[in-house]
């Protein structure tokens, strides 16, 4: 298990792939925890609904076992902090994933916004930042965050574009 996961972490700064080899899955993993964790990260007090929120999702889009979801975690923590940009992560998810498995990013990264009940302004901001990354149209994307919404049982809020 270490040694996947130093290779994840090799894969993400060492050499890019060629055009014609696809992204790890590990690569993914990472990018989208990392996605996950920055929208964590985005609300002003980040509580354990949060961070159950990214865990669920990770569990949920990856099946990972729970030492691996903790391990991948932490390191999605450690890239969010030292990241200056989300290209390096949002280019690696374009290419690995199809627009069906982005929109479904899309739909868990708004479950970790909502997890605490609200959508704060810097999180409205980053996911529309996201959203536009990842080149979800704005129907899919406003679709997605309201099936987060059904799921996360939050009522629609008007003035929550």
Do not use: C
């Amino acid at each position: 298990m270490l040694r996947t996961l130093n290779d994840l972490f090799r894969s993400l700064f060492d050499s890019p792939p060629s055009a014609d080899e696809p992204a790890s899955q590990h690569t993914l993993q990472l990018a989208t925890a990392v996605l996950l964790v920055e929208v964590m990260r985005s609300d002003a007090k980040i509580g354990a609904q949060e961070r159950h929120a990214v865990l669920a999702a990770l569990r949920d889009k990856f099946a990972l076992a729970d030492d691996e979801l903790e391990r991948l975690f932490e390191l999605a923590e450690t890239h969010a902090t030292e990241a200056t940009d989300f290209h390096h992560f949002t280019s690696k998810i374009n290419k690995g994933f199809s627009a069906e498995q982005k929109l479904r990013i899309v739909e868990l990264l708004w479950q970790v916004a909502l997890a605490d009940g609200h959508i704060s302004h810097h999180e409205n901001h980053l996911m529309r930042k996201l959203g536009d990354l990842l080149h979800i149209p704005h129907a899919a994307y406003v679709a997605a965050k309201q099936r987060a919404r059904q799921h996360m049982d939050v009522p629609d809020a008007p003035a929550d574009p």
